[in-house]
């Protein structure tokens, strides 16, 4: 039996409009193009850990609106053990306005919703669930509160903790101590370092800076630069895989999701860093979180044409 991954965070729905140029504070841009669909941090990384044939229980909380049910129908067509997804009435369920411009960039406004309802009891409800769980997987959507709370449960109970700390939180140092491994993008790490972070150089020092903070590794993702991996064994930014962007919305989700599942499966760092890449890259050619995460044939044939 495949060892099982849980993601704990958010679910969403993504309300995309393409444009053909963001508007400034006041203007009015039209010809837009419209696209309802499944996002939130979370739920990309669930689906993107189970689509590369992760074994995958997710917990988290909707709303009891009509989104909750659409998302519901979603997780379940994935494949995704829905036993620990939780609803709460009198709050919408999580919901993110997203804009995306013709060079595939975004802006992306997000309210949570639901997302901020999951708490210490839906945890203590899934704890049974969780007991066959070796390693928990993160995103900075969790309520602060609630993330302080399940970081300190999986060091209670000895789960190993990857953070995908997304957006970036103030964690004090007594948390991060025990993260097994830290991805962030160039932005997240400049807010836990609290400076600048631009370009290669400064990636660099911020990971290992960052890695000094943690149990285990750091990576730092830099875009179509790639991304920068500090372990004990290893410094080394790993290339991008070049592609016509379309839409990079959620391809550092993408990235976690599917490194989980490849790091669960025992692949050596290196590779399960290339197996994310090549997973997120495919994922920005496409428009959208969810619709544009690969199954795991496709990422093997993406593989092997690119090597
Ligand atoms: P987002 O917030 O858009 O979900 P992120 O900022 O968390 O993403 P990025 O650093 O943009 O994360 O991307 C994560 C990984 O996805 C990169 O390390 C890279 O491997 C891949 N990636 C992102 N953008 C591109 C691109 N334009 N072309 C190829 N690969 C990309
Ligand atoms: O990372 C992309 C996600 O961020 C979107 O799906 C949106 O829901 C926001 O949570």
């Known amino acids: 039996m495949s060892r099982k991954i849980a993601i704990i965070g958010s679910s ?101 919703g639901a997302n901020f309802r999951l708490n210490e009891r839906h945890l203590a409800k899934a704890s049974l669930v969780l007991t066959k769980v070796e390693v928990v997987l993160l995103q900075g959507e969790l309520h602060p509160d609630m993330l302080k709370h399940v970081l300190r449960w999986c060091a209670e109970t000895g789960k190993k903790v990857l953070l995908n700390m997304a957006p970036a939180q103030h964690l004090e140092a007594e948390y991060l101590k025990d993260v097994n491994l830290l991805l962030v993008n160039e932005t997240e790490a400049e807010i836990l370092i609290n400076r600048p972070v631009k370009g290669i150089d400064q990636a660099k020092q911020a990971g290992e800076e960052l890695s000094q903070l943690v149990k285990g590794g750091v990576i730092v993702s830099l875009g179509e630069n790639g991304s920068y991996v500090v372990t004990k064994d290893l410094k080394e930014i790993i290339p991008a895989f070049k592609v016509k962007a379309v839409d990079t919305t959620a391809a550092g989700d993408v990235y976690c999701g599917t490194l989980a599942t490849a790091l669960v499966e025992g692949m050596e760092p290196k590779e399960a860093v290339r197996f994310a890449s090549a997973a997120a890259a495919i994922s920005v050619t496409r428009l959208g979180a969810q619709p544009s995460i690969p199954h795991r044939k496709e990422i093997e044939v993406f593989l092997s044409d690119n090597s």
């Open 12 to 112: 969403n729905i993504d309300l995309i409009m393409q444009v053909p140029k963001f508007p400034a504070a006041g203007e009015t841009v039209s010809g837009g193009v419209f696209t309802q669909t499944f996002g939130g941090k979370g739920a990309n990384q669930a689906v993107a850990a189970s689509r590369a044939g992760g074994d995958v229980i997710f917990v988290t909380c909707l709303g009891t609106d009509h989104f909750a049910e659409l998302i519901m129908e979603r997780f379940e067509e994935d494949g995704i053990d829905t036993t620990t997804i939780f609803q709460d009435s009198g709050v919408s369920t999580g919901t993110a306005m997203i804009m995306v411009d013709q060079n595939g960039e975004n802006i992306i406004a997000v309210a949570p």
